[in-house]
């Protein structure tokens, strides 16, 4: 029928309308649909895309995991120059190359071995044993779906298995672990004397037009920081508590979720007699102490009172206490005491036990066993918690909803006002300060410091405490004039001109050094004060100086045919000169003992490097096409 009204009306302006109208439909249609299309795309790493979707929850999870860890301070313009758009996209193509690398060399992750891998993730557990109800639930709680935890899931067994492969042959010789073991321990000790400016400010004579000329060149360390003034609005969820009711149903199926919890583990109670002798003594004084500790064993089992005996003998710190070591559970002790003492019955003493602090004589006092505290104990708990979280609940929502409502460019006092709340005011503070009566720490200043006058916060955490802030005024830093802060000024010059003298007298005295003048006669002669530092490491801070780690650089390249450094030390205690006086190796003996910890400790960074560079090598060799940028 409208085919055939058409070609009645051929020629009439309603036809040529009604054809234009179809026309512009199909082309903004399918423009539409061809954009849309593309749009869906984010990127594309060697032919495989990354989809939009997948793009924008890879961003979101980000998201939420540095929103957890900021948690009161977060905000988007954090999120943006902490670059989390960028480092989602990154994450993405990088699981691309991992993918494609380990396909080309035939590895892949079996249906089977996801489930062995969920089947073993702790958080899945209960009683040792994986439950489905908890493995639902948590997921629920992640808003995850099966399907996507078991894909991230894959994609970590992936990894995993290129690592294996890559690195199966990254060792690490015992060559390079004897190198970095020297580096980190080996040891100098040097002398130092101190020309301290305090000695040289009495001679020192300040005029005006230093004073002027000191003042332009430092007058940044004189400016007043910026300042802001806030007005606030505070939700306290204690303040919701009262109107809240906690019905028993929700209770029950807290404790029943959590049932974990409230099991009570076998807990004895026992005390003990301790020998001391380390696990690698030599044979003789193992047999030395093991003979005392039989001695007091057979004392013991003979009827003395055990308390008395632990007093007289005992090595151990609870020794004043008579032994006695109160009520542990399995997992407090070291294993060879706790199975001894959990197989043993109230009043029963064991036999020598031995474990890497010595020999043990052990008397169990007393047994609690293992129960569930019933839903009766802990109800009242229960309720507490539950209170608590649906107030905070409550706060939150209230926050939010006052922020989802709130106009643009509001007042917030008159908004508060209108929604039957109170706000306060702060005084001036600036960012390296805390909002008074508020605290506060440098991320939350960040935060407020970025917002614009008359400016209104996210919703922010502080304390337990919800706080929306408004900025209502701006002081902008400024550097003073001259005689706003000439006394601090007059005596940073003169602390300056002091130490300059310092300085001076310092190099003076390391020149005279080079020339072959002794070190003590030279410092006797100037009434200066040699400090031995003892040894220390680089690691370490350099003794009666401080942390400097140029410093600890500077002492290491010398030796005993270079015992002095080309040039002074300064700090703010004055100008140092140092001597090299002796170098200490690594203790052979305690390296072998930690070798192994040391193996493993390089073997992890090599690894990680190697991993690095390998994705590094695959992303400049990728074709890797950014569709839509983040």
Same mark, same amino acid.
């Given at each position: 029928?409208?085919?055939?009204?058409?070609? &009645?009306?051929?020629?009439?302006?309603?036809?040529?309308?009604?054809?234009?109208?179809?026309?512009?439909?199909?082309?903004?249609?399918?423009?539409?649909?061809?954009?849309?299309?593309?749009?869906?795309?984010?990127?594309?790493?060697?032919?495989?895309?990354?989809?939009?979707?997948?793009?924008?929850?890879?961003?979101?999870?980000?998201?939420?995991?540095?929103?957890?860890?900021?948690? !009161?301070?977060?905000?988007?313009?954090?999120?943006?120059?902490?670059?989390?758009?960028?480092?989602?996209?990154?994450?993405?193509?990088?699981?691309?190359?991992?993918?494609?690398?380990?396909?080309?060399?035939?590895?892949?992750?079996?249906?089977?071995?996801?489930?062995?891998?969920?089947?073993?993730?702790?958080?899945?557990? @209960?009683?040792?044993?994986? +439950?489905?109800?908890?493995?639902?639930?948590?997921?629920?709680?992640?808003?995850?779906?099966?399907?996507?935890?078991?894909?991230?899931?894959?994609?970590?067994?992936?990894?995993?298995?290129?690592?294996?492969?890559?690195?199966?042959?990254?060792?690490?010789? +015992?060559?390079?672990?004897?190198?970095?073991? %020297?580096? !980190?321990?080996?040891?100098?000790?040097?002398?130092?004397?101190?020309?301290?400016?305090?000695?040289?400010?009495?001679?020192?004579?300040?005029?005006?037009?230093?004073?002027?000329?000191?003042?332009?060149?430092?007058?940044?360390?004189?400016?007043?920081?910026?300042?802001?003034?806030?007005?606030?609005?505070?939700?306290?969820?204690?303040?919701?508590?009262?109107?809240?009711?906690?019905?028993?149903?929700?209770?029950?199926?807290?404790?029943?979720?959590?049932?974990?919890?409230?099991?009570?583990?076998?807990? @004895?109670?026992?005390?003990?007699?301790?020998?001391?002798?380390?696990?690698?003594?030599?044979?003789?004084?193992?047999?030395?102490?093991?003979?005392?500790?039989?001695?007091?064993?057979?004392?013991?089992?003979?009827?003395?009172?055990?308390?008395?005996?632990?007093?007289?003998?005992?090595?151990?710190?609870?020794?004043?206490?008579?032994?006695?070591?109160?009520?542990?559970? &399995?997992?407090?002790?070291?294993?060879?005491?706790?199975?001894?003492?959990?197989?043993?019955?109230?009043?029963?003493?064991?036999?020598?036990?031995?474990?890497?602090?010595?020999?043990?004589?052990?008397?169990?006092?007393?047994?609690?066993?293992?129960? %569930?505290?019933?839903?009766?104990?802990?109800?009242?708990?229960?309720?507490? %918690?539950?209170?608590?979280?649906?107030?905070?609940?409550?706060?939150?929502?209230? =926050?939010?909803?006052?922020?989802?409502?709130?106009?643009?460019?509001?007042?917030?006092?008159?908004?508060?006002?209108?929604?039957?709340?109170?706000?306060?005011? $702060?005084?001036?503070?600036?960012?390296?300060?805390?909002?008074? =009566?508020?605290?506060?720490?440098?991320?939350?200043?960040?935060?407020?410091?970025?917002?614009?006058?008359?400016?209104?916060?996210?919703?922010?955490?502080?304390?337990?405490?919800?706080?929306?802030?408004?900025?209502?005024?701006?002081?902008?830093?400024?550097?003073?004039?001259?005689?706003?802060?000439?006394?601090?000024?007059?005596?940073?010059?003169?602390?300056?001109?002091?130490?300059?003298?310092?300085?001076?007298?310092?190099?003076?005295?390391?020149?005279?050094? &080079?020339? =072959? &003048?002794?070190?003590?006669?030279?410092?006797?002669?100037?009434?200066?004060?040699?400090?031995?530092?003892?040894?220390?490491?680089? =690691?370490?801070?350099?003794?009666?100086?401080?942390?400097?780690?140029?410093?600890?650089?500077?002492?290491?390249?010398?030796?005993?045919?270079?015992?002095?450094?080309? $040039?002074?030390?300064?700090?703010?205690?004055?100008?140092?000169?140092?001597?090299?006086?002796?170098?200490?190796?690594?203790?052979?003996?305690?390296?072998?003992?930690?070798?192994?910890?040391?193996?493993?400790?390089?073997?992890?960074?090599?690894?990680?490097?190697?991993?690095?560079?390998?994705?590094?090598?695959?992303?400049?060799?990728? !074709?890797?096409?950014?569709? %839509?940028?983040?």
């Amino acid at each position: 029928m409208l085919l055939s009204l058409m070609r &009645k009306q051929a020629q009439s302006w309603l036809i040529k309308v009604l054809i234009a109208v179809i026309a512009a439909v199909f082309v903004f249609y399918f423009g539409y649909s061809f954009q849309v299309k593309r749009s869906l795309r984010t990127a594309c790493v060697n032919g495989e895309l990354i989809t939009s979707s997948e793009y924008h929850k890879a961003y979101y999870d980000l998201m939420e995991r540095f929103r957890r860890q900021y948690k !009161d301070i977060w905000n988007d313009d954090l999120a943006k120059k902490l670059g989390l758009k960028q480092m989602a996209l990154d994450n993405l193509i990088n699981q691309r190359l991992i993918s494609q690398e380990a396909g080309k060399l035939g590895l892949e992750v079996t249906k089977k071995e996801i489930q062995q891998a969920i089947m073993e993730y702790a958080a899945f557990r @209960v009683n040792g044993r994986f +439950d489905m109800r908890r493995y639902r639930a948590l997921l629920r709680t992640s808003r995850m779906k099966p399907e996507e935890f078991e894909s991230v899931l894959a994609q970590e067994l992936l990894e995993k298995k290129l690592r294996a492969f890559l690195l199966a042959f990254a060792t690490v010789t +015992d060559r390079e672990i004897l190198d970095q073991y %020297t580096y !980190d321990h080996e040891k100098i000790k040097t002398s130092f004397v101190l020309f301290s400016p305090d000695r040289f400010k009495p001679s020192v004579q300040p005029d005006e037009a230093g004073l002027k000329d000191f003042f332009e060149k430092h007058k940044e360390d004189y400016r007043v920081p910026e300042k802001i003034r806030l007005v606030y609005i505070e939700i306290d969820p204690k303040d919701l508590e009262k109107g809240i009711q906690i019905p028993d149903d929700d209770i029950k199926s807290y404790y029943e979720y959590n049932i974990d919890n409230y099991t009570v583990p076998e807990k @004895v109670r026992a005390r003990h007699i301790l020998f001391k002798v380390d696990r690698n003594a030599p044979a003789e004084e193992v047999k030395k102490v093991k003979e005392k500790a039989l001695s007091v064993l057979k004392k013991a089992r003979d009827g003395a009172d055990f308390a008395e005996l632990a007093k007289k003998y005992s090595e151990g710190p609870t020794r004043s206490k008579g032994g006695d070591l109160g009520y542990f559970s &399995k997992g407090q002790m070291v294993k060879p005491f706790e199975e001894a003492a959990f197989k043993m019955k109230p009043g029963q003493i064991s036999d020598l036990v031995r474990t890497r602090f010595g020999f043990h004589i052990i008397k169990v006092e007393d047994i609690k066993k293992a129960h %569930t505290r019933s839903l009766e104990a802990v109800r009242d708990q229960i309720r507490k %918690t539950l209170l608590q979280n649906k107030s905070v609940d409550m706060a939150y929502e209230k =926050g939010q909803t006052l922020i989802d409502q709130m106009p643009y460019d509001t007042e917030l006092s008159k908004y508060a006002v209108a929604h039957g709340l109170k706000t306060r005011d $702060t005084d001036y503070f600036s960012r390296d300060g805390k909002i008074p =009566g508020i605290g506060g720490d440098a991320k939350l200043m960040q935060t407020l410091f970025g917002l614009e006058k008359g400016e209104t916060s996210d919703l922010l955490e502080l304390q337990g405490k919800y706080y929306i802030f408004q900025v209502t005024d701006r002081k902008p830093a400024y550097v003073p004039e001259l005689k706003a802060v000439r006394d601090k000024v007059n005596a940073d010059f003169m602390n300056n001109l002091a130490a300059g003298e310092a300085k001076s007298a310092a190099e003076r005295f390391l020149a005279a050094l &080079k020339k =072959g &003048k002794a070190w003590d006669d030279l410092a006797g002669e100037q009434d200066l004060k040699t400090v031995e530092t003892g040894f220390f490491s680089r =690691g370490d801070t350099v003794p009666r100086v401080g942390y400097a780690p140029d410093l600890n650089e500077m002492l290491f390249s010398l030796n005993k045919d270079r015992i002095y450094p080309d $040039t002074v030390y300064q700090n703010e205690k004055g100008a140092f000169v140092f001597r090299w006086d002796a170098y200490e190796g690594i203790d052979r003996e305690k390296f072998q003992k930690e070798k192994e910890q040391q193996r493993r400790i390089l073997t992890q960074r090599k690894h990680a490097r190697i991993f690095e560079d390998m994705l590094a090598y695959l992303r400049s060799r990728a !074709d890797i096409e950014i569709i %839509t940028p983040p």
